[in-house]
């Protein structure tokens, strides 16, 4: 495995390209999910099933895009990746109906996973080498997590600005003027991701020829299939992504039950962007100190914790010192996980030049919340008093947060020495 070889720039790159090419489908709608469902007519259910679009399309890409990136250098696949996305952008910007908007969704289901996921998760492992693996996926993660929060807060501050009164004052249609300057921005600063991926993220040559096959035949598959390691990581990222995708609800908890405005619903899923990187970066270093399939067990039973403290109800209106806290242990044991749990795949002894293909087939199972987390979360929220509703969300977070936990001391039973 090339170890140290690549410069501290690629992994910025790495970093600035892993987060743009999602701000599109996926950030805007956590930070601005109140002004979202306004904008577009949207109700939580709908909007759910604009994601299942997209998960259902993922679902299909994984595996055949994992073993697109053990034949392709990673800099190409991301860059066509990222511009194609922002393409998406242009007709997102224009409000279309739910129909138009189901399909926009399915086709960057394509764009950020056919061509985007397993590339990256490669090059991750690649700066990694063989001593940085937690540094690598931590500092991915964490990295990641900042351009997110940037982007919020620049989306935010966007949204402030061309807002022509205030914001408890404002129309629909103004509101929806105001937000299109968001989308259109988003969509530039991505396409201008692309081109420094395909201008500066290049690989020695001799590493891409360590890291890239002449051909992919089902021998390789099978050998992916026989790693024990493959079947645990499947539950793992499964349970962890369904956290994941509940911290979209969090600006919405915050205007349902916390009684924000629309703006401080935004700011606080912005909030929760920035306390992202720092968790990826501890998290990340404290791995590669001691042994990374411990912590990310550890990170599971934080998930767990925060979520009961939700689930349980004690969290309203008056206790807003709670509220923090109980967001900041949710978020650290969610990001801590994401951080880790392809931060393992070495201990897990799967090799290096079949990164892609394993992450294919890992992803086909572990990212499913992608289909049905959104419209669970959406059935919930919809069909019960709204307090009720947010509680039964976060139910169904601590029980995906327990077996995941049952799985990471599995892994760490058996890779953790």
Same mark, same amino acid.
């Given at each position: 495995?090339?170890?140290?070889?690549?410069?501290?720039?690629?992994?910025?790159?790495?970093?600035?390209?892993?987060?743009?090419? #999602?701000?599109? /489908?996926?950030?805007?709608?956590?930070?601005?999910? /109140?002004?979202?469902?306004?904008?577009?007519?949207?109700?939580?259910?709908?909007?759910?099933?604009?994601?299942?679009?997209?998960?259902?399309?993922?679902?299909?890409?994984? /595996?055949?895009?994992?073993?697109?990136?053990?034949?392709?250098?990673?800099?190409?696949?991301?860059?066509?990746?990222?511009?194609?996305?922002?393409?998406?952008? &242009?007709?997102?910007?224009?409000?279309?109906?739910?129909?138009?908007?189901?399909?926009?969704?399915?086709?960057?289901?394509?764009?950020?996973?056919?061509?985007?996921?397993?590339?990256?998760?490669?090059?991750?492992?690649?700066?990694?080498?063989?001593?940085?693996?937690?540094?690598?996926?931590?500092?991915?993660?964490?990295?990641?997590?900042?351009?997110?929060?940037?982007?919020?807060?620049?989306?935010?501050?966007?949204?402030?600005?061309?807002?022509?009164?205030?914001?408890?004052?404002?129309?629909?249609?103004?509101?929806?003027?105001?937000?299109?300057?968001?989308?259109?921005?988003?969509?530039?600063?991505?396409?201008?991701?692309?081109?420094?991926?395909?201008?500066?993220?290049?690989?020695?040559?001799?590493?891409? *020829?360590?890291?890239?096959?002449?051909?992919?035949?089902?021998?390789?598959?099978?050998?992916?299939?026989?790693?024990?390691?493959?079947?645990?990581?499947?539950?793992?990222?499964?349970?962890?992504?369904?956290?994941?995708?509940?911290?979209?609800? #969090?600006? &919405?908890?915050?205007?349902?039950?916390?009684?924000?405005?629309?703006?401080?619903?935004?700011? &606080?899923?912005?909030?929760?962007?920035?306390?992202?990187?720092?968790?990826?970066?501890?998290?990340?270093?404290?791995?590669?100190?001691?042994?990374?399939?411990?912590?990310?067990?550890?990170?599971?039973?934080?998930?767990?914790?925060?979520?009961?403290?939700?689930?349980?109800?004690?969290?309203?209106?008056?206790?807003?010192?709670?509220?923090?806290?109980?967001?900041?242990?949710?978020?650290?044991?969610?990001?801590?996980?994401?951080?880790?749990?392809?931060?393992?795949?070495?201990?897990? *002894?799967?090799?290096?030049?079949?990164?892609?293909?394993?992450?294919?087939?890992?992803?086909?199972?572990?990212?499913?919340?992608?289909?049905?987390?959104? /419209?669970?979360?959406?059935?919930?929220?919809?069909?019960?008093?709204?307090?009720?509703?947010?509680?039964?969300? #976060?139910?169904?977070?601590?029980?995906?947060?327990?077996?995941?936990?049952?799985?990471?001391?599995?892994?760490?039973?058996?890779?953790?020495?």
């Amino acid at each position: 495995m090339p170890n140290g070889k690549a410069p501290w720039y690629y992994l910025l790159l790495l970093i600035l390209a892993g987060e743009s090419v #999602f701000i599109l /489908p996926f950030v805007i709608p956590r930070v601005f999910r /109140p002004t979202v469902l306004q904008a577009f007519n949207l109700n939580n259910v709908e909007l759910g099933l604009c994601f299942s679009v997209y998960g259902a399309v993922a679902l299909l890409s994984y /595996p055949l895009g994992g073993p697109l990136a053990d034949k392709y250098p990673p800099r190409k696949l991301i860059a066509f990746a990222l511009w194609a996305t922002a393409l998406g952008g &242009l007709l997102f910007a224009t409000f279309p109906g739910f129909t138009t908007l189901r399909l926009l969704y399915g086709y960057w289901g394509f764009t950020t996973i056919f061509l985007f996921w397993a590339p990256m998760i490669k090059a991750t492992r690649v700066w990694g080498g063989t001593a940085s693996q937690g540094k690598a996926f931590g500092f991915l993660d964490g990295g990641r997590g900042l351009v997110g929060a940037l982007f919020g807060a620049l989306g935010v501050l966007v949204f402030s600005w061309f807002l022509p009164v205030d914001v408890s004052r404002a129309t629909q249609d103004q509101s929806q003027d105001a937000f299109r300057y968001v989308i259109l921005a988003s969509s530039g600063i991505v396409s201008v991701a692309g081109l420094l991926v395909w201008l500066w993220m290049k690989l020695d040559q001799k590493i891409e *020829k360590v890291i890239v096959l002449d051909r992919i035949s089902l021998t390789q598959v099978r050998e992916v299939l026989r790693q024990p390691a493959v079947w645990l990581l499947m539950v793992i990222i499964l349970c962890a992504y369904v956290g994941y995708k509940i911290t979209d609800v #969090f600006s &919405l908890y915050a205007q349902d039950i916390m009684l924000y405005d629309q703006v401080q619903a935004a700011q &606080l899923g912005t909030f929760l962007l920035f306390i992202r990187p720092v968790v990826g970066v501890l998290i990340g270093t404290l791995a590669d100190r001691g042994r990374i399939t411990f912590w990310l067990f550890c990170s599971s039973i934080i998930a767990t914790i925060g979520a009961l403290l939700f689930a349980t109800g004690l969290i309203n209106a008056n206790t807003t010192l709670l509220f923090f806290v109980s967001t900041l242990i949710v978020a650290t044991g969610v990001y801590a996980a994401r951080a880790l749990y392809f931060g393992v795949m070495q201990s897990g *002894k799967i090799p290096l030049v079949l990164t892609g293909t394993a992450v294919g087939i890992i992803s086909l199972v572990g990212f499913t919340p992608d289909i049905f987390a959104g /419209p669970a979360m959406g059935y919930f929220l919809d069909r019960s008093p709204v307090a009720a509703g947010h509680q039964q969300v #976060f139910w169904m977070l601590a029980g995906f947060s327990i077996c995941g936990s049952i799985a990471a001391y599995s892994y760490h039973r058996r890779y953790g020495k």
